[in-house]
Each structure stands twice: as structure tokens, then as C-alpha cells.
């Protein structure tokens, strides 16, 4: 634990409350100052799936390889043969590869990103919006994403435990209430 301590700023107090989720983690250890390990237990669920990889060193998200290929009329789900047991204290984010997003005319996840608890124990599935110039009808001009390529990675994250506070007053702040563009262009 002091290790962590060490990669935040100690006068961070908010940061340092939030610490509290690593010590709720037994699988948490240290390789560096500045890198977390955690355990990750990974079910394969058919014989195509593939256990999630880091493309290169560094990478923050583990690519996932598509398993199956369900097409409709308003989107593609593409299913990974795998599922997840996430410890305590975080969750995995879902985004899609940058590689789908980019062919013309590209691909978005049908609900933005997808959120992972660490209780859900299903099977990790893709679904993605299908292009509109394709939906359409106005171009045919569209990749398929295929089986056995990898379509989409997880980043997993820690999350705080949040103590909601009823309150009839919030802080000042710079900001106030402004939104939706605000704070310029």
C-alpha cells in the first residue's frame, strides 16, 4: 500500500480516499512504482475463443477477438467466446478497435461503450451500430467486420465506492451550472 501512495501526490486528499479501493483488492500488487498488477480470471466459452492480449508494451486496452457474427437490420453483434470475473473495486470498459472504426464508413459501439461490472459473469459482447450511408441505403460501400478478428478491446479500471449525500446546497465553483459549450470552443 505504500507503494501506491507514493505514485499520487500525497496532498491529494481525494485521491487518497479513493485509495480505499486497493485495499479492498487482494489481487493488487506492485512491479514498479508506477505500474498496478491485478489478476484476472478469463472463462473460454468455445473452442474459436482467444484469451484477451496486449497488442504491444504499453497498451492500455486487451484486444478481444470476435467469435461469432450475429447481423440484423440495426446492427451487428459480434460475441468473444469469453467471459470475465472482474475483481472487486473495478470494471471494464469496452470500446471498439480504432481498425473498425476506420473503414469506410466506420463503426460505433450501439450504446457509446460498454460497461463491464465485476459481478457480471455473461459472455463479453459487441454490438455495433451498422454505418448509416449503409443502413440506408445510401452506400453499399461497407467492411464486415469478420470471425476471428479482433474487433474491439477492455480497459479494466478501479472505481471508487460513492456515499451519495442528499444536499440543498452545492459549492460555488468557476463553472456554475453552464454546460453544453460553456467553456468555449
Known sequence: MKELLKIFKKEDKTIQDNIEVFR???????????TINISLRIKLLNEMAKM??????????????ATSLNFTSGYIQLGTGISLEIPKGYFGLLLPRSSITKSPPGMSLKNSCGVIDSNYRGEIIFRFELPYNFKYGVSDEFEMPKVGERVGQIIILPHPTITLVESQELSDSNRGSGGFGSTGK
Open 24 to 34: 479492498n483488492v487482494e489481487e493488487v500488487t506492485t512491479n514498479s512504482k508506477d
Open 52 to 65: 484477451p492480449k496486449y497488442s504491444q508494451d504499453g497498451d492500455v486496452g486487451l484486444d478481444l477477438t
